[in-house]
């Protein structure tokens, strides 16, 4: 009685609280001092980011091009965490491809593939590829981006795994390719932007942001590929 | 804001009431079906309050992803399918189970469930037409219940160590019907 | 409040039902279907902002939710019809 008469009090603070935060203005932006100068940072960064970066997202702006060093560090923690999902799982990994939990399926009878989904799905399949393609070249015009698309290609994966559940994925080659791409990732903006060439050819703006978001996008791709797979058929392997 | 008294709000109070019931249910899939809402719903907020990219991101990490993740946890969280034959019963509709849960002999069938998610298994009730002896044939089952006009008739599996203390528990609870239990011995 | 702003409305109090339906319903079938309702519901409503602000990059959203939306119904109703195998 006490615990849901704690509970009702709660829900009702909570709910309370949600209302009176929704009501209140945000703070004004507060100008950022830089040096003696007062900068308004988000000002000056609306006011000049297609002229300067070429693009006309202003996130994929400042994640790209003002600051970089973000994405760069976001793409090594995505890295550190599925090493540590390969190794955390590398116990007793098969080789050759094998059916998931094949004995206990034709036990429970239940083992043929349902005929709807499996259209359905080969039916989503171009349509998700080419979405998740449009969502990472364009993310320099429109919401989205590598990480987005990555994540939408991922999903396809997912899809197959559904319909078809077989480990046949190498996870180490996959790894390796990622790992290419990390350094890939790492070279780009330093080459392009730590030595200003963005500056002298203005022009080569928009094939950097493109660049950059479909080397994301395919990293981003792979590693949450790794994880998905590895995560599904973690049940046989122990 | 877009309408008069805010669409943000209706839908905060939404995520908020999402959220306490996804931490309060006992059956784990519900709570995930309860989390892809909120992410759904949360995604949804970052969109009307101006941030479509991290809505994208939201929507597709949240209900996509995570979602996998979750479900492939839960596999280890065993389920306790109980199969309720009633034989007699011309065609299955939802008004015969409702009557049935709320008969006497249904309060014995909520005991069983209260049982099981005391012991971390999740109850998961099944009505079919078969006789008993076409379910005990076809194995998929972890208890059997048989409801007849004045007898309750439970058929356990002989090695699983639940059913003894599921006998106790419902002849405890029992006392204007009767309540038998049969054995199936294990099938190879 | 012209109509589109009201059909805002409108669409947010029937996805309330889909909640009731979700917080409510007895079996995992019920809240699953409560969820495709707030997914298809969410579509529109994104459908109608985007047609409101003007912005026309808001369909993309869109399009991704109506994908994700599909994958993860499906997803779940495999997973559980299965009992978690796949």
Avoid at chain 1, 47 to 73: C, H, K, M, P
């Amino acid at each position: 009685m006490i615990r849901s008469i704690a509970v009702v009090i709660f829900v009702a603070l909570l709910c309370g609280t949600v209302l009176w935060l929704s009501n209140t203005e945000g703070d004004p932006v507060t100008p950022v001092a830089a040096g003696d100068d007062i900068i308004d940072v988000p000002g000056y960064v609306l006011q000049n980011f297609e002229e300067q970066t070429g693009a006309r997202n202003a996130v994929a702006a400042i994640y790209l091009n003002y600051r970089v060093y973000d994405t760069l560090f976001e793409a090594l923690l995505l890295l550190i965490a599925i090493v540590g999902i390969i190794h955390f799982f590398r116990i007793g990994i098969r080789s050759e491809p094998r059916t998931i939990t094949h004995q206990r399926r034709t036990q429970a009878g239940a083992t043929e593939q349902s005929d709807i989904i499996s259209r359905i799905t080969g039916f989503l399949y171009p349509v998700v590829i080419l979405f998740g393609f449009y969502v990472i070249a364009n993310g320099h015009n429109t919401p989205g981006g590598g990480f987005q698309g990555g994540a939408i290609l991922a999903t396809l994966f997912i899809g197959r795994f559904i319909v078809n559940p077989i480990n046949d994925v190498n996870a180490s080659l996959l790894h390796d390719v990622e790992q290419a791409l990390f350094v890939l990732i790492l070279l780009v903006p330093v080459v392009f932007l730590f030595y200003e060439f963005s500056g002298q050819f203005p022009a080569l703006n928009e094939p950097f942001l493109i660049l950059m978001n479909v080397l994301i996008g395919i990293k981003v791709c792979l590693g949450l590929t790794i994880v998905v797979f590895r995560f599904g058929f973690d049940e046989e392997n122990v | 804001m877009i309408g008069g008294i805010g669409l943000d709000s209706i839908l905060l109070l939404m995520t908020v009431l999402i959220a306490i019931v996804a931490v309060w249910t006992k059956i784990l899939r519900h709570a995930v079906i309860l989390l892809g809402i909120f992410s759904f719903i949360c995604s949804f907020l970052y969109l009307y309050y101006g941030a479509p990219d991290v809505a994208i991101a939201e929507a597709v990490i949240g209900s996509g992803l995570v979602m996998l993740l979750y479900l492939t946890a839960i596999k280890r969280y065993r389920t306790y399918s109980i199969i309720v034959s009633v034989e007699n019963e011309d065609r299955l509709e939802d008004a015969t189970m409702q009557e049935f849960a709320g008969s006497s002999q249904g309060q014995l069938l909520s005991e069983i469930e209260r049982f099981c998610l005391s012991r971390e298994l999740e109850p998961e009730i099944v009505y079919s037409r078969e006789s008993v002896a076409k379910i005990a044939e076809d194995g998929r089952f972890d208890l059997i219940v048989h409801p007849e006009e004045s007898r309750f008739t439970v058929y356990g599996r002989e090695d699983n160590y639940l059913v003894d203390e599921l006998e106790m528990l419902l002849i405890l609870h029992s006392t204007d019907t009767d309540t038998e239990f049969v054995r199936i011995g294990a099938e190879s | 409040m012209n109509f589109l702003e009201i059909s805002l409305l409108i669409l947010a109090g029937l996805s309330f039902g889909g909640l009731v339906r979700i917080l409510a319903g007895p079996t995992v079938w019920d809240r699953l279907l409560g969820m495709s309702l707030i997914s298809s519901k969410v579509i529109v409503a994104i459908a109608i902002v985007a047609v409101l602000l003007d912005r026309s990059f808001l369909m993309d959203v869109a399009i991704i939710y109506s994908l994700l939306g599909f994958i993860s119904s499906v997803l779940i109703a495999r997973f559980i019809e299965r009992k978690g195998e796949a």
